[in-house]
């Protein structure tokens, strides 16, 4: 009874359902073309996904990850700019980005406050970095070669290398997540934090090394972000963490912790990227857009409670 | 007793699933009576009381106020005609202070419906005094022992004036002083004519509080009788439906060398210079009242709180202040009193719970070996008896009893050399009891140390070859098993000593 209302199942439903709706009601929609443009636009979303996912599970969240994006991208372009090469500046990057999480960790960690307010306070501040390091200008015309890893397509195959690097990074995550003590210590932390640490589980460490884990994925697909687009700003990426959090939340992992499957997630970021392409595809302005994506959080939070009220009631009893 | 009673249960039949908790249960509880239920550890007991008190409703059978049946929607409308419960596992609101739980949703109001604080906070005082508790009114909730929690829902339910006061497993925690309190305030109430039900695993309060008892056993009504003229042996006999041995039989081991070395141990404002030592093969007990600072030195020693002063080592060598992990590598084990907080993440299955200590242990490779953590598990729900229908089962839908067994269960599974154990049978049923005195003998037997905080007393003299005793935050008395005596332990703890 209990599994027939599985919400990872659900979702994995409404993906097909969505996708059957579209493929009826936009024709440019059900093409590999369009397909394969629709999951490499996905890209940064659904790598930054894997990170949240370990850090809600753990009753964590990390705000910050947009910003973190944005200041990766804005580092690339001023020492590109400034005439480094491509091969340091990548790992440079990368570097910072893992340093912001760790200013993230160490304050929730050390200093003991919640994580929501500590990046929404770095939310700011990595953003306001971005702008001091690029300013308003946009940097563009890098390499071709390496350009073209973050568009094209891995051969013989309709998809965009940035996603084979996420098949790749979500197979190690599911083993992490559902396999390894590593994720049986994230799912006890994130149910109850208390009961963790008395069973020997070093939780201010775990969840440290997620927020710099974190950080890292963020700037790493501030890198892809900036190559995909061929332009680096300092606003690149503004406001994607919402859609980043939706999609986990729609993949059924609870914002309290402790609950969620990394094959919830996927599906809740595939269901977002459909429906970001759809939108697109109807020349829906980005004002709706950013209005569906927060319907979207609300109901990802809303409906596994309505379903726990009205599960009992279907039950007969409490 | 006359005319029909206040609250009873008809006929009630009540499953989960496959799990048949009630099987034509009736009860009947009168007016100026007390009410004990027995039985062993998932009889039904808690289920009984959760109808009673309209948290579920019974599949067959009737609820009976005054003769007449109602229907409980809920557990308003059980408040609504009088019927006040402590529940087995405390329930405060950590946020609120203890004045607020006390009265959540019927605070004493001023005009405009301001609460009134003033009056709450004096209520609340005048409550803890008729208990003879120290607690502060005004104080969060958030980090309260379980025994105070325990007290604070009984100061909530007497706070009702209720007319059938339901209280399951209220003394679990609580030690003789705190017991003998509780039992004067419902003496009184139960003169001025409330009805009472009272359930505890520990038999002698049942004898000394209750007229009648009730026994349970897997679901099923075995008797109610008058408890005048039943024995001890009856009464376990009636739960068990067999014999027992002997309650406590902890056997003389070979000493060994110290195991763990606790020096000056000191935590400001917790306890003060605490000096100590046990051997290998010896249970070492640490009793005192409520709030003595027992459980404070336990957790410091496991590193799970910080201690200011002092040091601990074990096997010789110096434990690292703070770190349970390097406690649990040192081969030290802690079950902790809370199961709720600290023993159990409740939204787990039972071997996940279990294998949560050993998930060095159960690696193979990169990954956890799944059948190893279902081995384990396994392995210990048999040898502690644990019911349950699936080990991936949660722990939440266990009755209180199994979860304490699963804790247990999670710590033995560690393999410790020093076991520490804090209130190791509380909710634990005579039976396991029983089992769980066998196993902690036969560990000191193999040449564990245990240090045993347990605020029942019989199970301090029965199982300790060395009494400790603390007094607000300091050892007392050091007595050898010869000299441990109720008299001389209650002494003790109470400050009393020569
Ligand atoms: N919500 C629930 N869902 C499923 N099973 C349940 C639920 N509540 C209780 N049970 C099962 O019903 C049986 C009776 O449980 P109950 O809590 O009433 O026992 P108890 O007599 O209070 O035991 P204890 O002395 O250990 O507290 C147990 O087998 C328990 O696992
Ligand atoms: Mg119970």
Known sequence: ?318 | MSGAPTLALANVSKSFGAVRALRDVSLELFAGEAHALAGENGAGKSTLVKTLAGVHRPDTGQVLLNGEPVVFTGPADAQQAGVAVIYQEPTLFPDLSVAENIFMGRQPRRTLGRIDRKEMHGQARRLFERLGVALDPEQPSRGLSIADQQLVEIAKALSREARVLVMDEPTAALSGNEVARLFSVVEALREHGCAILFISHRLDEIFSLCQRVTTLRDGAWIASEPVAGLTHDDLVRRMVGRELGTLYPKEAAELGEVALQVDRLTREGVFTDVSFQVRRGEIVALAGLVGAGRSEVARAVFGVDRWDAGSVSVAGRPLPAGSPTAAMGAGLALVPEDRRQQGLVMELSIERNIGLTGLGSLRRGVTISRTAERDRAKDWAVRLQLKFARLSDGVGVLSGGNQQKVVLAKWLATKPSVLIVDEPTRGIDVGTKAEVHRLLSELAGQGIAVLMISSDLPEVLGMADRVLVMHEGRLTAELSRADATEESVMNAATGRAA
């Open chain 1, 1 to 318: 009874m209990a599994k027939v209302l599985r919400w990872d199942v659900l979702v994995g439903a409404l993906l097909i359902a969505v996708f059957a709706a579209g493929s009826l009601t936009s024709p440019g929609f059900a093409t590999v073309d369009n397909l394969s443009f629709a999951l490499g636009d996905l890209g940064e979303i659904a790598l930054i996904a894997l990170a949240m996912t370990m850090l809600v599970v753990a009753a964590e969240v990390d705000l910050s990850v947009a910003s973190v994006l944005g200041l990766s991208s804005a580092l690339v372009g001023s020492l590109w700019d400034g005439g480094m090469a491509i091969e340091a500046i990548i790992p440079i990057a990368v570097l910072t980005g893992a340093v912001c999480g760790l200013v993230n960790g160490l304050l929730v960690t050390r200093l003991g406050l919640p994580s929501l307010a500590v990046t929404i306070g770095t939310l700011a501040l990595y953003r306001g970095l971005a702008y001091v390091v690029l300013g308003d200008r946009a940097v563009a015309q890098f390499p071709p070669d390496y350009t073209a890893l973050a568009v094209n397509d891995v051969p013989g195959t309709p998809i965009p290398y940035p996603i084979a690097v996420f098949v790749l990074l979500a197979a190690a995550v599911g083993v992490v997540l559902h396999a390894t003590g590593f994720g049986r210590a994230l799912y006890a932390i994130g149910a109850q934090e208390q009961a963790a640490f008395f069973a020997g589980i070093r939780v201010k460490r775990i969840k440290l090394l997620l927020f710099v884990i974190s950080g890292t994925v963020a700037a790493f697909a501030g890198v892809v972000f900036t190559l995909r687009y061929g332009s680096a700003r300092a606003d690149n990426g503004v406001g994607i963490e919402l859609a980043v959090i939706a999609a986990v939340l729609l993949g059924g992992v609870d914002f309290d912790g402790g609950k969620g499957t990394l094959g919830g997630v996927i599906a809740g970021v595939l269901l977002i990227g459909l429906l970001r392409n759809l939108l697109m595809l109807g020349d829906v302005s980005t004002e709706i857009q950013s209005i569906v994506t927060g319907l979207l959080l609300i109901v990802s939070v809303l409906t596994p409670r309505l379903v726990s009220l009205v599960r009992p009631a279907l039950k007969g009893s409490p």
